[in-house]
């Protein structure tokens, strides 16, 4: 199964932010969305960076409540791991248990097309796995 598959279910919509918004700005958007992460891109949705919920509690750990003030072009990660529709979902959660990320932006020709959390994937997997095993038992019983 792919990436595609994921993103049939839950939607291509992404929430973005600017480089020049401030890590309060983020903040506001991550709790308004309820999500986890916001994917920083320029007015073509290329991706600039990302910023987690992680990196704005270590900015704010070292610099204090004024970090808050910050502009999100200092604090984001600048290389962003990222997928297609055509990756596998084993190769995007292996590329997020190495990184150690829960969040990947979905990229077809340079620009972001999607973004995929480490949850969508697990509810994605278990759907798989229960779907298999309903199958086995209908074959069970037919025999």
């Known amino acids: 199964m792919t990436v595609a598959a994921i993103l049939s279910g839950k939607g291509h919509e992404t929430i973005t932010a600017s480089d020049s918004a401030t890590l309060g700005e983020i903040c506001e958007t991550l709790?308004?969305?309820?999500?986890?992460?916001?994917?920083?891109?320029?007015?073509?949705?290329?991706?600039?960076?990302?910023?987690?919920?992680?990196?704005?509690?270590?900015?704010?750990?070292?610099?204090?409540?004024?970090?808050?003030?910050?502009?999100?072009?200092?604090?984001?990660?600048?290389?962003?791991?990222?997928?297609?529709?055509?990756?596998?979902?084993?190769?995007?959660?292996?590329?997020?248990?190495?990184?150690r990320f829960r969040h990947m932006p979905v990229v077809k020709d340079g620009k972001l097309t999607g973004v995929i959390s480490i949850g969508d994937v697990v509810k994605f997997k278990i759907a798989q796995v229960e779907l298999e095993a309903e199958q086995m038992r209908s074959y069970i019983s037919m025999t």
Do not use: F, W, Y
């Open 31 to 99: 709790a308004k969305h309820k999500i986890g992460a916001v994917v920083v891109c320029d007015g073509n949705l290329a991706i600039e960076g990302i910023v987690s919920e992680r990196d704005i509690v270590r900015v704010i750990g070292k610099q204090g409540p004024g970090a808050l003030n910050l502009s999100v072009s200092n604090v984001m990660t600048k290389e962003v791991v990222t997928c297609a529709e055509e990756n596998s979902v084993n190769e995007v959660m292996a590329k997020m248990t190495q990184g």
